[in-house]
């Protein structure tokens, strides 16, 4: 069969009207999963009694185990086991997913960031009377953003191409959208290569910014 172009091309508009769903799910997914991953992190570098082994062993699950796993644990698992929670949606179920398993990932980055910074920065902070907390928060965290930024950069692009899982759930999405497409079509190569697109793109536009946050971050560094 011969490449449908102008389907490929009147595709594309169809598929863009999803892109806000996909991108609402990674941003939000983003906020969750760094505000999670800030609070182990930080745990962590401190090894907090228990709170530490608690964290070691949420990171090695969610690291551990597929995220499609992970997805299907959480919306068709859990409300058999926990009947409250039969009413979370789709879409609220797929961010709870993605925070939960990039905010492993996350914490990590951000500990191996904190780690980095040199420890006298810490020792001067306490030397003036501000307490450990009140450093990490407005000292250590502030440099440590610098250094994990490409990791927690790519990161969110993984994450970003990760929602496209979200359509095993029910989420009306941009694969969603796709995969409806090039069932009802039969023309999977147009719909799957438009929508692979859409996808690049958006990585591309992410890694433009994450550069250009990189170079405003690293100034102050440069002689």
Do not use: C
Not at 9 to 18: K, T
């Amino acid at each position: 069969m011969n490449f449908d172009l102008s389907y490929f091309i009147e595709l594309i508009p169809l598929l863009l009207r999803y892109l806000g769903i996909t991108m609402q799910m990674a941003l939000l997914g983003l906020v969750f999963a760094l505000l999670l991953a800030v609070v182990m992190a930080v745990v962590r570098v401190f090894r907090v009694p228990l709170l530490d082994w608690l964290v070691q062993l949420y990171i090695s699950f969610f690291r551990g185990t597929p995220l499609l796993v992970q997805l299907f644990l959480l919306y068709y698992g859990l409300p058999q086991m926990f009947p409250p929670l039969v009413g979370i949606d789709a879409f609220t179920a797929a961010v709870i997913g993605l925070s939960l398993h990039f905010s492993a990932y996350m914490a990590e980055s951000i500990r191996a960031a904190i780690i980095g910074i040199d420890r006298s920065q810490m020792e001067a902070a306490l030397s003036i009377g501000q307490s450990p907390l009140m450093a990490m928060r407005r000292i250590i965290l502030p440099q440590a953003a610098r250094i994990a930024l490409p990791s927690l950069m790519n990161q969110f692009v993984d994450m970003i191409k990760s929602t496209s899982l979200a359509f095993t759930l029910g989420v009306a999405e941009l694969m969603a959208r796709a995969q409806m497409e090039a069932s009802s079509s039969f023309k999977f190569f147009e719909s799957f290569l438009a929508v692979a697109l859409i996808y690049w793109v958006v990585v591309v536009l992410f890694t433009r910014l994450q550069l250009r946050l990189e170079t405003k971050l690293n100034r102050a560094y440069q002689r």
